[in-house]
C-alpha cells in the first residue's frame, strides 16, 4: 500500500463525501415510519439466510481466517440490532422529563467514517448501517485491506435496500481500494469515526482531529467457582471459545477455576472437545503463536486447533474442538498465553479462596484486556459482587458464554452491537456497547422549574459553620 494520500484519492474522498452530504439531505425531514422502513430493508436485505450466508462465507475465503460453516449464524445480530433500533426514537423528541423541564431532540451525526475489520467483513457494514440510517446518517466504510471485496459487495447490497425503500444508496459508499493514508484522510474530512479493529486502527482514529468511537483489546477471562453448574460452565465455555474459531475479542481466554472442583472443570471442558496440551506442547505453542517480536503469528489466528498444532509440530485427535494449556502463576508480559490469544485456545488457572482469583483476575488485566470485558460461573452472589467491583471490565456476564453475550443476546439486556466500548481503561471515550444513540447529537430543551435549592446545613453536613483557617 502506498505511503502518501495521491490526488487521485483525495478527490474520490471529497466526491464520496459530496454524494454522502447530498444523501443525508434527501432524508433530512423523514418520520420515524419512515426510518424505521428503511432500516428494515437494510437489514433484510444484508441479514437474510441466502445472502448473508454467501457473504459471510466469503469473507471467510478472502481473509483466509475464521469459520466457513459457522460464521453465517452472526446474521442474527443484524436481526437484534434491528429490534433494539425499532424500538428507540431517532428524531424528534427522544426522550422527556417532566420535573426536571427537559426535552431532548435528536439529530444526524453527519458523515461516518466505519472502518472495518478483517474479521467481520460482512457484519459490521449492516450493523452499523442499521442504526446510522434510522439517526438520518450517511457512511463511507473503508474495509481492511485483505477483505476489501466482501464489504464492497456487502454495501452493493446495502445500496440495493435503500432503494428498495425509497432512500438515496449514497447513504452507503465503500472504498474499493484501501489504503492507510487514505483511511486517514477519510477520518481527518468526515463528522464521526467508528473504529472497529486493532489497536493501531483506533489509535490513528483518535488521532484524526475528529470525534471517534474506538475498541479496545481483550482478554476475557472467566471465573469457575465451586457453586457452578460445571456442565452448563463447559459447554458454555466451548460456544464461546469456538466461535468463529476465537477471533473474537470477546472469546474466553482465560479460565480461573476453584481447585476444589478443578480436575472436574477440566474433565468437563474435555467432554466438550477440549484437548489439554502437555508442557512440551505449550512450549511449541509459544514457539508457534508469538513471532521474535511478540506479535501473533498469522497462521494460527482464528482457526481449527488442529491447524495450530500443525504448525506447532506437534498433532491432535480430529474431533477436538480446543487447546487448553495450564498456565498457574504464569502472568506478566513475559507470560504470551496470559495475553489474548485470538484463536481456539485458552489458559487455564486455579485458586483457592475467592480472595485468589480476584487477584488471578486483577494481574491478569494488568497484563492485557483491561477495559474490555470478564464473565463468571457462579450461583453466589457475593462472589458475583465482588468480581464486578474489582474487575476493570466494561462488561460482566454472568453464566453466559462471553462471545455469545458481551455484544447484545436475545437472552440478555445488553445493547446489540459490533463495538464494544472499552472506556477510559481500554483508552476509549466511552464503555457503553457502541449503538444508534452514539450516532446522534442531541439538543436539550430546558423550560423554568420550581426552585431545587437544598438549604446550606442540607449540603455541607457536619462540616457546615465550621471554622476554616
Known amino acids: 500500500m502506498g505511503k502518501e494520500l495521491t490526488e487521485n484519492d483525495r478527490n474520490m474522498a471529497a466526491d464520496m463525501l459530496a454524494r454522502a452530504r447530498a444523501a443525508m439531505a434527501e432524508i433530512e425531514n423523514w418520520d420515524q415510519e419512515r426510518l424505521d422502513r428503511l432500516s428494515q430493508a437494510i437489514a433484510w436485505y444484508a441479514g437474510n439466510e441466502k445472502t448473508f450466508t454467501r457473504l459471510a462465507q466469503q469473507g471467510v475465503d478472502e481473509s483466509g481466517i475464521g469459520d466457513r460453516e459457522g460464521r453465517p449464524a452472526k446474521r442474527f445480530k443484524i436481526h437484534m440490532v434491528l429490534r433494539d433500533v425499532l424500538r428507540t426514537p431517532s428524531t424528534g423528541i427522544v426522550e422527556v422529563d417532566e420535573e426536571k423541564g427537559l426535552v431532548k431532540y435528536a439529530k444526524p451525526a453527519g458523515v461516518i467514517a466505519s472502518l472495518i475489520p478483517m474479521t467481520n467483513p460482512a457484519m459490521t457494514p449492516p450493523v452499523t448501517g442499521v442504526s446510522a440510517a434510522n439517526a438520518r446518517n450517511a457512511v463511507i466504510f473503508s474495509p481492511h485491506p485483505r477483505t476489501a471485496h ?178 498457574q502463576g504464569k502472568i506478566g508480559p513475559q507470560h504470551k498465553f496470559s495475553k489474548e490469544k485470538l484463536t481456539t485456545l485458552m489458559a487455564l488457572y486455579h485458586f483457592d479462596t475467592f480472595d485468589d482469583a480476584l487477584e488471578t483476575v486483577s494481574r491478569i488485566y494488568n497484563t492485557g484486556g483491561k477495559g474490555h470485558s470478564c464473565g463468571i460461573y457462579s450461583h453466589n452472589d457475593d462472589h458475583i459482587d465482588q468480581l464486578a467491583r474489582l474487575a476493570p471490565v466494561s462488561r460482566m ?66 462540616f457546615y459553620g465550621q471554622e476554616v483557617a
Not at 484437548?275 to 481449527?304: H, Q, V
Not at 456476564?397 to 472499552?422: D, E, I
Open 150 to 327: 466482501t464489504t464492497f459487495e456487502m454495501v452493493e447490497v446495502m445500496r440495493a435496500a435503500c432503494r428498495a425503500a425509497g432512500a438515496p444508496e449514497d447513504l452507503f459508499q465503500s472504498i474499493r481500494k484501501p489504503s492507510i493514508p487514505l483511511t486517514q484522510h477519510l477520518m481527518e474530512i468526515c463528522d464521526l469515526t467508528l473504529a472497529t479493529g486493532g489497536k493501531p486502527m483506533v489509535k490513528a482514529a483518535y488521532s484524526s482531529g475528529r470525534p471517534a468511537y474506538g475498541v479496545g483489546a481483550g482478554n476475557s477471562s472467566i471465573v469457575v467457582d465451586e457453586t457452578a453448574d460445571l456442565d452448563i460452565a463447559a459447554q458454555n465455555t466451548r460456544i464461546s471459545k469456538t466461535s468463529d474459531f476465537g477471533s473474537g475479542c470477546s472469546a474466553d481466554g482465560n479460565i480461573i477455576i476453584q481447585r476444589s472442583i478443578y480436575d472436574d472443570m477440566v474433565k468437563a471442558l474435555e467432554a466438550e472437545g477440549g484437548y489439554l496440551c502437555s508442557a512440551e506442547e505449550k512450549a511449541m505453542l509459544e514457539a508457534a503463536m508469538w513471532d521474535e517480536k511478540g506479535n501473533r503469528t498469522f497462521p494460527t489466528i482464528a482457526c481449527p486447533p488442529q491447524q495450530t498444532s500443525k504448525v506447532a509440530g506437534f498433532s491432535i485427535p480430529e474431533d477436538r474442538k480446543f487447546l487448553m494449556v495450564e498456565n
Open 397 to 462: 456476564m454472568v453464566r453466559q458464554p462471553q462471545s455469545k453475550a458481551n455484544a447484545g443476546a436475545w437472552t440478555n439486556g445488553m445493547p446489540m452491537t459490533s463495538s464494544l466500548g472499552c472506556g477510559i481503561w481500554g483508552g476509549n471515550i466511552t464503555n457503553e456497547n457502541v449503538t444508534m444513540k452514539h450516532m446522534m447529537n442531541y439538543t436539550w430543551v430546558s423550560r423554568p422549574i420550581p426552585e431545587d435549592r437544598p438549604s446550606e446545613p442540607d449540603l455541607f453536613g457536619e
